[in-house]
């Protein structure tokens, strides 16, 4: 059992940055790929980033590709998404989620565990 929680949510202007933490607790971290998803009411939830086991592989969304990084931490059992140039697109909760498995793994359902999820807003 992995257990997940996110901060560092909030408000801020277009143009703005903030960093987001992901806390885990439980089993082993290193042994889960990470990832950011957000969701919007009425969309689907959608995969921002993932990062690998170790660190040294990423995946990003076409939309976020130059402006958001995601970085862990394994010795201190955290995931962060760094986001600048924010926009009010990037408006949404934000969950942080871990997943088991090898591979580049996109869709909600494949992942095992999930965080309660940080509100971000970003206003023009």
């Known amino acids: 059992q992995v257990q997940l929680v996110e901060s560092g949510g909030g408000v801020v202007q277009a143009g703005g940055s903030l960093r987001l933490s992901c806390a885990a607790s439980?089993?082993?971290?290193?042994?889960?790929?990470m990832a950011w998803f957000r969701q919007v009411p009425g969309k689907e939830r959608e995969i921002v980033a993932r990062i690998s086991r170790n660190g040294v592989t990423w995946y990003y969304t076409d939309s976020v590709k130059g402006r958001f990084t995601i970085s862990r931490d394994n010795a201190k059992n955290t995931v962060f998404l760094q986001m600048n140039s924010l926009k009010p697109e990037d408006t949404a909760v934000y969950y942080c989620?871990?997943?088991?498995?090898?591979?580049?793994?996109?869709?909600?359902?494949?992942?095992?565990?999930w965080g309660q999820g940080t509100q971000v807003t970003v206003s023009s």
């Open positions: 439980g089993r082993s971290f290193s042994s889960y790929a």
């Open positions: 989620a871990a997943d088991s498995r090898l591979g580049l793994i996109t869709l909600p359902h494949e992942y095992d565990y």
